[in-house]
Structure formats: C-alpha cells, structure tokens
C-alpha cells in the first residue's frame, strides 16, 4: 500500500488544517526553540536590545521553517509486511519482514519506521532508514515470540518524517494490518498400535464397494487395466465374457478428539496451566493421527465440531490434511473457557454414529459427569481419556496434598466402562503418557478383555 508523506494531496490539502498539523509536529526540541525565541525578541524588545531581538527571531523562525518545509515536501511510499511464518507454535519466533519503496520522482530525507504489535508479543519495533533514492526500497526485519496462544494483529505500519535538526516529526499510517496465528505446542507422540491396525487403513477396517456405475453388479465384465488374478471364473463361463470380482475400497478410519472447556473443570491460568496441557494435547493427537491417515474431527464439550466439513463433521478423506489441520489449529489457537457445567452435548453427538477411535480430555470430573463419559464409549471402537486433576494443578509442593481417591474413583468408573484412562499430574508427558496408555491396554488385550484402544 502506498501514503503519501507527510501530508494529503495537493487539491485536497486544507491550509489552517495543515498549519496545524505542521505545528503539532514539533518536537521539544522545536518547541524549546520556539518559546525560547519568542522570549528573546520580548526582552529585547523591553530592554531596547537590537543583537537579541536578532537571536530570538533565528531561534523562532528556524522551527517554524523546518515544519514548513517538512509538510511541503512530497513524495510517495509503499510499505508491505510478511509474516514467516503466519502459523507457529507457542514459545517459538516468527519473523516479520517489512518492506519500503519510495515510488515518487524524489529521495526521501530521514524516515523512521514503526510497526505496532501486541505487547504480549515483545516491544514495539523502530527502525531509521537514511535518505531512499527515487525508486528505491528498503527492507528490515525483527522477531517476535508469544507463549501465550491466540491471533494478534500486526500493524498498522506507521512512518514518522524527520528534519535534519529534529525539529519537527510527522507521521502517517498505512491502513493495512496482518495477523499472526500463535497455535498450541504439539508434542511428536510415538506410533502404536491402534484399534489393531498400525495405519489408518488396513485389513481390520470397514470396506466400501468402489462402483464404477449404475450398472455395475457383482460380478462385473472385464475392464481393460483389470487384475487378471481377479478374475471369477465361475462367472465367466456362466455369461461367455471374462468377468471379475468387485473392487474393494477401505474407508478411512476414524478419530474423534473431544476436548473439555468448561471453565468449573479447571484451575489455575497462564501458559503452564491445566487447561493450556489439555488444549496442548488436542492439537498434539489431531496431528499424529491426520499423520496417520485417519479422518480426525476435534468435538467440544458444547457440541461444536471443526471442522464440520466432511461427512458427519471429520476432516481428511474429503480435504487435504494439511488444510484439516491447519484450520484446527486455528481453532485451538483461541479456543478458551466455555459456561458450561456439563458434558450431556458432546454426548448427544457422539450416540449418534460410529465414531472410531475416541480420545478424550476431561478436567475435574463429578460423579454425574463421569456417569456420561462412561455412557460415551458404548458408540467408539476405542476410547482413550486423560483426566487432569486440575487442583493438583495450582496446589504448590509445599501445599497439603488435596484428596486423591475422588480422581482414582472416577478413574474406575471409565475404566469399568471400557475406556483407557490415564491421570494426568501436573508437568506431565503427553509422550510417556500416551505409551504408558498404550501398554495399560495392550495388558487389558492380552487378558481377553477387550481390543487395543485406537
């Protein structure tokens, strides 16, 4: 975008209004000599002094000069930002790259360039960029870091106009403005075995007839491309024409990431909190599997999905997994506390269908709460849930420890239910975690008592 510097177009330009404005510039530097010279010419003009009402005029008139021939000078700027890159996890940088081209017929004098950021994201950064050649550019760089998740703007891009005796400054802002994605740090979990399978298809998972037509039977004629090691025999000299078996297309598995928001299941705020370790394994799982290959939707307790794109909400057969993981990593980016005091919405949801593979993560859990999460596994293949005691959470190693038969007792009641539940301790390892679930189930299987979770 280009402004021009430092004032508005010739046939557009307000007198009084631009008198003001260069007046408005000065610096204190500016000021000082201004008041010091209109000082000047009045003592001299009490004590009758012809050498100081001289030097009052020079200290008056050089500000006023300076300001005028800054708001008279005109040339054109285009300024750009880009973000490198616009999506990165929190406590790592990003790099903001600014760009400024003087497109008018004549150099610039001194610029001072200022970019406005978030406080949460560092200081304010200002460079100095000497005199720009006619259809010259400049181009400057700095950092920025966040541990704090969310979106924040960046800009506008603001130019401030200098004199050579730093009289006077003048600033104009450009009217566009960019906006950094700070998402939740994903941690790389180690694959295991899921549901029995070790990708997201495979010979365990449900079948889907791939059709070519109307009219396509069982068995159908022979195409050119066909397999001949498919082709029924029976069939063939039933009709007189080579003919085969039906292709076989397997589906996509499926996973489902319900996250719990409501704000009574945790304590305690900031980046090391219980709630921002939930949100930190959501986005952690929603990778790994997408990675996997399987169809991942992310499901809150208020009974929202994202992305709702594909059938029944899941993303990933239908789009690319990049754009399903990047437009979920946009949600959890600013996803915070919901009003709700219950689960009953995700569960309404989720007895609707075959969901797959659920992984689940719930704060404090009641007795009545942890009654519906149990109900929830009846409708997946496999269920994983790590609970965090919150209060355990902002408890201080110094604090009486608060009880823990309520967590082991909820605990056992998902457990009876089929889940695999883990508890989640403060500064825990969603890595360790996620294998020390793997081989609690992988016992449970080999004990006859159910499939591994995935």
Not at 35 to 49: K, R, T
Not at 311 to 332: I, R
Not at 363 to 384: F, K, N, T
Request: proline share 5%.
């Amino acid at each position: 975008m280009a402004v021009g510097v430092p004032g508005v177009p010739e046939p557009e330009r307000d007198e009084k209004g631009g008198v003001r404005t260069a007046l408005a510039g000065l610096t204190t530097r500016g000021r000082s000599f201004l008041a010091a010279g209109i000082a000047a010419a009045v003592c001299a003009y009490v004590l009758g002094q012809g050498d100081l009402l001289r030097v009052g005029l020079l200290l008056a008139v050089l500000p006023l000069v300076c300001a005028t021939v800054l708001y008279r000078t005109r040339y054109r700027v285009a300024g750009s930002r880009r973000l490198s890159p616009a999506r990165v996890p929190a406590g790592s940088e990003a790099r903001v790259h600014l760009r400024m081209d003087n497109v008018s017929r004549l150099p610039t004098g001194l610029l001072m360039l200022q970019d406005r950021v978030p406080y949460v994201l560092g200081p304010r950064p200002r460079f100095v960029l000497d005199r720009v050649e006619a259809g010259g550019r400049r181009e400057v760089s700095y950092r920025v870091r966040s541990d704090l998740r969310g979106r924040y703007p960046l800009g506008p891009l603001q130019l401030r106009l200098t004199d050579p005796f730093g009289m006077c400054e003048l600033t104009r802002s450009f009217s566009t403005f960019d906006t950094l994605t700070v998402i939740p740090r994903v941690e790389a979990l180690p694959p295991v075995r899921l549901s029995g399978e070790a990708k997201g298809y495979g010979d365990g998972r449900n079948r889907s007839l791939a059709l070519a037509g109307e009219d396509d039977v069982i068995p159908r004629g022979y195409r050119y491309g066909d397999d001949l090691r498919r082709v029924h025999w029976r069939s063939t000299a039933r009709y007189g024409e080579l003919m085969v078996r039906r292709e076989e297309q397997p589906q996509r598995a499926r996973c489902t990431v319900l996250l719990d928001t409501r704000g009574i299941a945790f304590a305690g705020q900031g980046p090391d909190s219980a709630f921002e370790w939930a949100v930190s394994g959501a986005a952690s799982v929603l990778v790994h599997m997408l990675e996997r290959g399987f169809s991942v939707r992310l499901l809150t307790d208020t009974g929202n999905s994202v992305p709702g794109e594909g059938a029944d909400g899941f993303a990933g057969a239908s789009q690319e997994s990049a754009d399903a993981a990047g437009l979920m990593m946009d949600t959890l980016a600013v996803i915070d506390h919901s009003d709700g005091e219950g689960l009953s919405r995700a569960y309404d949801l989720l007895r609707g269908g075959n969901e797959g593979l659920l992984v689940a993560f719930f704060g404090d859990l009641d007795e009545e709460q942890a009654a519906i999460v149990a109900r929830m596994r009846q409708r997946s293949g496999g269920a994983l849930a790590f609970v965090l005691d919150s209060g355990g959470w902002v408890r201080e190693p110094t604090d009486v420890p608060g009880p823990e038969n309520e967590q082991e007792e909820r605990l056992r009641m998902l457990r009876d239910a089929g889940w695999t539940a883990v508890g989640v301790p403060r500064g825990a390892s969603l890595t360790e975690l996620w294998q020390r679930a793997d081989q609690e189930r992988n016992g449970i299987t080999a004990a006859g008592l159910g499939e591994g979770w995935g």
